[in-house]
């Protein structure tokens, strides 16, 4: 190989792929610094019947978003569900208008 060659193998390529490096570990602490302003999340293990997994990611599908996400929502609404009848009680209230 000539010097030329040399250079660019054993100088100025490893110095490339060192930045390149160094360029892709910037990006990755910038996305997790993006997340911050998150609620922090907690993994946990779900045992569906086949037939509601499918329910599930058909309407997850239906609406272009992940199955987690999906589930994500659907637990927020149950508990906010939960959470109004337990101020409000389990009964149904007749509200009749009065003139």
Same mark, same amino acid.
């Given at each position: *190989? @000539? ?8 100088t100025r390529l490893p110095e490339l792929q060192r930045e390149e490096e +160094? $360029?892709?570990?910037? $990006? *990755? ?5 993006? @997340? ?8 946990? %293990? ?7 997994? *499918?329910? #599930? ?9 992940? #199955? ?5 929502? *659907?637990?927020?609404?149950? +508990?906010? @569900? ?6 409000? @009680? ?5 509200? %009749?208008?009065?003139?």
């Amino acid at each position: *190989m @000539g010097s030329t060659e040399d250079w660019w193998y054993k100088t100025r390529l490893p110095e490339l792929q060192r930045e390149e490096e +160094m $360029k892709r570990k910037e $990006k *990755m602490k910038e996305s997790v610094e993006l @997340g911050k302003e998150e609620e922090p999340w907690e993994a946990v %293990n779900l045992e569906l019947k086949d037939k509601d997994f *499918m329910r #599930i990611a058909r309407e997850a599908h239906k609406r272009d978003i992940t #199955i987690n996400r999906m589930i994500n929502i *659907m637990l927020k609404d149950a +508990m906010s @569900g939960a959470e109004y009848r337990f101020e409000h @009680g389990n009964k149904p209230q007749l509200l %009749n208008e009065t003139k």
